[in-house]
């Protein structure tokens, strides 16, 4: 597989994964009310990804909300690619809206609990 | 439109008209009287979310619940009536829009009614406001699931001249976040109620004992729950407060302070807890995430922190439920609702 796209719908996030290029973005709203299915198969995805022979992993969150499920569903997604630092040089880029603390805390929080260093960069809209 | 009903129609009842005004339906039954039945709303919301401009709610042989919305009306025309009596009048009436319709089946309207029962029962499990009397001067609760029901709750209990105030942000939305609300609410009062430990302690075991939940029952590991706790002791004047990710605003009389919690200061050990002296006059503030996290009427900006303030700003100046309903159906507008929402002030 080389890449993994999903467009975004109404209420669940955009997704373009590129295995061969080694980048990975996730964003947009997140409010689906069973989310495992959603992220179950990007967190595949990601552990396929790990024997892969790209050497750099350079993922890219752009949320501008998602409700608590499926915020553990993200973390879970974040602790897959916390494993990628075994075998690849990994990059997080953590985008949130200038004026959204809370999307700044949680991508703090997960930063925190996983040890991982994160970019944070602010933006003055996420559209 | 009605008399035109009446005109084409005169053997159906008609039950009255659903306006939207600032995002609230009212059910005008005359030109005096505005009733909302949670029934009659959700036929209009389902209504409205479709994209048919009529539902036909079979209740029973012969007997049907008719709800139409010509899109070049405002107002939701509400019929019962046999079903095969209504057609022609609706096609009537609907002369001008294409005929779009959606039928809801006798066992569908079973299991809404069932939900519809459920949310009910739940509801009735929420604490009466009556408790909060004697130890406030003013006070509101605005509680406005996703749903009929959902994963936020409130909760009161009365020990002398004390009272504690809990609200809890349950993971997920409707009936079943509800039921893991009600189990978590009895979970948080074992460890709360009557407990001579430190509030924030008794947080952490509250949080040791949903780990062993999940553990015993091999539970979802979605289930998770953000509280916000507040003890008021009215004879000492002290206000103690901790939480897990629901903060507590307060306006001490000169300015509108925050204290900010984190679900994950619990894994870290650092949860918060302050002891405030308090006094008459001063203002406090509980809501769940889905009040800052609902966006604008453009759909692009949530209310965010900032949006936030500006409102509480306008509470200390005094409580207004009024108000605040205002002022979040302004800035919602039509967008839709993604959240719980609760939001709980007290003046002292």
Same mark, same amino acid.
């Given at each position: 597989m080389s890449f993994l796209?999903?467009?975004?719908?109404?209420?669940?996030?955009?997704? =373009?994964?590129?295995?061969?290029?080694?980048?990975?973005?996730?964003?947009?709203?997140?409010?689906?009310?069973?989310?495992?299915?959603? %992220?179950?198969?990007?967190?595949?995805?990601?552990?396929?990804?790990?024997?892969?022979?790209?050497?750099?992993?350079?993922?890219?969150?752009?949320?501008? %909300?998602?409700?608590?499920?499926? =915020?553990? =569903?993200?973390?879970?997604?974040?602790?897959?690619?916390?494993?990628?630092?075994?075998?690849?040089?990994?990059?997080?880029n953590w985008y949130y809206d200038k004026d959204d603390e809370d999307m700044l805390e949680i991508g703090e929080d997960f930063e925190d609990i996983l040890e991982m260093p994160f970019r944070m960069i602010s933006r003055d809209r996420l559209d | 439109m009605k008399n035109r009903v009446k005109e084409l129609y005169g053997n159906l009842e008609v039950y009255g008209t659903y306006t939207k005004e600032q995002n609230q339906l009212y059910l005008s039954k005359d030109d005096t009287t505005r009733v909302i039945t949670s029934r009659l709303e959700e036929i209009c919301r389902e209504l409205l979310d479709s994209d048919a401009n009529h539902v036909v709610i079979e209740l029973e042989e012969n007997k049907s619940f008719i709800g139409f919305y010509p899109h070049s009306q405002r107002s939701i025309i509400l019929l019962a009536g046999g079903p095969i009596d209504c057609f022609p009048m609706l096609h009537a009436l609907l002369i001008n829009d294409e005929c779009t319709e959606r039928t809801i089946s006798f066992e569908e309207?079973?299991?809404?009614?069932?939900?519809?029962?459920?949310?009910?029962?739940?509801?009735?499990?929420?604490?009466?406001?009556?408790?909060?009397?004697?130890?406030?001067?003013?006070?509101?609760?605005?509680?406005?699931?996703?749903?009929?029901?959902?994963?936020?709750?409130?909760?009161?209990?009365?020990?002398?001249?004390?009272?504690?105030?809990?609200? +809890?942000?349950?993971? +997920?939305? +409707?009936?079943?976040?509800? !039921?893991? +609300?009600?189990?978590? !609410?009895?979970?948080?009062?074992?460890?709360?109620?009557?407990?001579?430990?430190?509030?924030?302690?008794? !947080?952490?075991?509250?949080?040791?004992?949903?780990?062993a939940y999940h553990e015993k029952y091999e539970s979802d590991e979605m289930v998770d729950l953000e509280l916000g706790i507040v003890v008021y002791d009215k004879s000492k004047g002290t206000l103690d407060f901790t939480g897990s990710g629901i903060n507590l605003h307060y306006y001490d009389g000169a300015e509108l302070k925050l204290l900010k919690t984190r679900r994950t200061q619990v894994v870290k050990k650092e949860l918060v807890h302050v002891k405030l002296n308090v006094k008459e006059g001063q203002k406090f503030f509980l809501h769940s995430d889905g009040v800052i996290d609902q966006f604008d009427n453009q759909n692009k900006r949530k209310l965010g922190r900032m949006g936030l303030q500006t409102i509480l700003e306008e509470q200390c100046k005094g409580l207004s439920e009024f108000q605040f309903i205002k002022h979040v159906n302004a800035f919602k507008g039509q967008t839709e609702q993604i959240d719980d929402s609760t939001f709980l002030a007290f003046s002292l």
């Open positions: 796209l999903i467009e975004a719908g109404k209420n669940s996030p955009f997704v =373009c994964f590129d295995f061969d290029g080694g980048t990975f973005k996730v964003g947009g709203r997140s409010v689906i009310e069973q989310p495992l299915e959603f %992220y179950q198969q990007l967190i595949s995805s990601i552990g396929n990804y790990s024997s892969s022979a790209i050497t750099e992993a350079h993922f890219t969150f752009e949320f501008e %909300y998602f409700n608590t499920s499926s =915020c553990k =569903c993200i973390f879970n997604l974040m602790k897959e690619i916390k494993k990628l630092e075994d075998r690849k040089s990994v990059v997080i | 309207e079973n299991v809404r009614k069932s939900f519809l029962r459920s949310s009910e029962l739940l509801s009735q499990l929420l604490p009466v406001n009556d408790t909060l009397e004697p130890f406030f001067d003013d006070y509101f609760i605005y509680y406005r699931p996703l749903y009929q029901i959902g994963g936020d709750f409130y909760w009161f209990e009365q020990n002398d001249d004390k009272i504690m105030i809990i609200l +809890g942000d349950c993971t +997920g939305h +409707g009936v079943a976040a509800a !039921l893991v +609300g009600i189990a978590m !609410l009895q979970m948080v009062r074992s460890r709360f109620s009557h407990s001579e430990k430190e509030l924030h302690e008794s !947080l952490y075991d509250f949080y040791d004992d949903l780990d």
